[in-house]
């Protein structure tokens, strides 16, 4: 008669091997990274997070570069889109402007992105996610939330020891690791897998949420951004402890719908569910300069070839949007964001291009850019996208031009036809392309 499978308590996350509570060691092979938690049996919502993606890939490519401060990022006007671990010890962060990133690490490797390897990547890897649980829950291309809620029948494991197989099988294969958080719901999930990186496999349970949660600052909870975190702590509120003491109704009378959230979440209480699909909520594009731009005239043509490649994009995957904006960085990197909705959805060049204009016109003061960007949201099926505008005789025509001149593209090229705008901006892109090298 075989014997009972005893409660899984502590884990080993090297072999895998379910051990007692008081274990200091795994006493199959030695190995002390452990993983215990009371709760350990029961939890099956997770997050996991890649470790320093871009960078990884970079020194699993190169081995030379293991023991190197290494940054993927744009040239010197550029930002850091990631750095490796190393490099985080000399103060280099993301978004860093990469002038302040080589100023703290000057010694550091710079390495422009490579986005179609680290999609490829990504891909493997959100194939095998896929192949635990169809609750699978993207967030970028490097972390993702899955619900193992059900698997140990198909596993014949826990989802604690599915999660740990799974880790120590990517790194093996793939050469990528990766840091979980183990918890009842997607908010405790999140929290968990920062909690240990690099490499981390962290537990938050039901019993010590709040506990837990108490001491954490206000701006570690979901949806408060910096500007609400600020208004927080000036209303006297900086701790997640103090939220938990306050009354729903309080947070709801002065906060409204985002004070009922307050109340939730501060308790570690989040209902959402994980959502295997999650469609794009914007379409954009955006490009930084060589050298910083305050003339409209010269911000025209690329605001131009920027709005041409969103909109290729929309009619490529077959969606339209209600909402554009427009995003301008300043040379001292503020960002300035401005939009404007459509009556109507749209994926029209045309529409999105001179929608940003106008807003483009009113920032362009004379201050000096060094980033633009637009980006149309509010997406739906493209099936209602531009109908005929009565007001406007013009609008069809417009738009059968430009229908036109995309299954020109579509056959002989992108730069088979070009609006004097967009030529301009594509002698802008090779000047600055000079520039760069």
Not at 216 to 244: A, C, H, N, S, Y
Request: charged share 30%; hydrophobic share 40%.
């Amino acid at each position: 008669m075989s014997q009972p499978v005893p409660p899984l308590r502590a884990l080993c996350r090297d072999c895998g091997a379910r051990l007692a509570p008081s274990a200091a060691r795994c006493t199959r092979c030695g190995s002390p990274r452990l993983v215990k938690h009371p709760e350990l049996d029961t939890l099956a919502i997770a997050h996991i997070d890649c470790d320093a993606f871009y960078a990884s890939i970079e020194k699993r490519d190169n081995p030379e570069l293991q023991d190197q401060p290494v940054i993927v990022g744009g040239g010197q006007r550029g930002v850091v889109s990631t750095c490796c671990y190393i490099a985080r010890i000399y103060g280099v962060r993301s978004a860093m402007p990469m002038f302040k990133a080589l100023e703290a690490c000057p010694q550091a490797i710079v390495i422009k992105p490579d986005m179609a390897k680290y999609a490829s990547v990504g891909k493997e890897i959100r194939e095998r996610m896929r192949a635990l649980t169809p609750l699978v829950e993207p967030l970028s291309i490097d972390e993702a939330f899955l619900d193992l809620t059900g698997t140990e029948r198909l596993h014949k494991k826990s989802p604690a020891e599915t999660l740990a197989g799974f880790i120590r099988d990517m790194e093996a294969d793939i050469g990528i690791s990766a840091s979980v958080g183990l918890a009842p719901n997607k908010f405790l999930a999140k929290l968990a897998s920062d909690l240990e990186k690099p490499r981390g496999f962290s537990v938050i349970g039901t019993a010590e949420a709040e506990d837990v949660l108490a001491a954490m600052p206000v701006g570690r909870i979901w949806g408060v951004g910096k500007v609400f975190q600020q208004k927080l702590e000036r209303d006297g509120i900086r701790t997640i402890g103090q939220l938990q003491e306050m009354e729903a109704t309080d947070l709801a009378r002065r906060y409204g719908t985002i004070g009922l959230r307050l109340a939730r979440l501060s308790h570690g209480d989040d209902s959402r569910e994980v959502t295997p699909e999650r469609g794009a909520k914007s379409v954009s594009a955006e490009t930084t300069f060589f050298t910083d731009i305050s003339s409209f005239d010269t911000l025209r043509p690329i605001l131009r070839n920027l709005a041409e490649k969103v909109s290729a994009r929309l009619k490529k995957a077959e969606l339209s949007g209600r909402g554009v904006t427009l995003k301008l960085k300043t040379a001292d990197f503020k960002t300035i964001t401005r939009a404007r909705h459509f009556s109507d959805p749209t994926q029209l060049a045309d529409k999105i291009y001179a929608a940003g204009e106008n807003l483009l016109q009113i920032e362009a003061d004379g201050r000096r850019f060094r980033l633009i960007g637009i980006g149309v949201s509010d997406l739906e099926n493209a099936d209602r996208a531009d109908p005929r505008d009565l007001l406007d005789q013009s609008a069809e025509r417009r738009k059968n031009a430009e229908l036109a001149v995309d299954r020109l593209r579509d056959k002989f090229g992108t730069s088979a036809v070009e609006l004097g705008l967009t030529h301009a901006a594509r002698a802008a892109k090779e000047a600055k392309k000079q520039g760069d090298k």
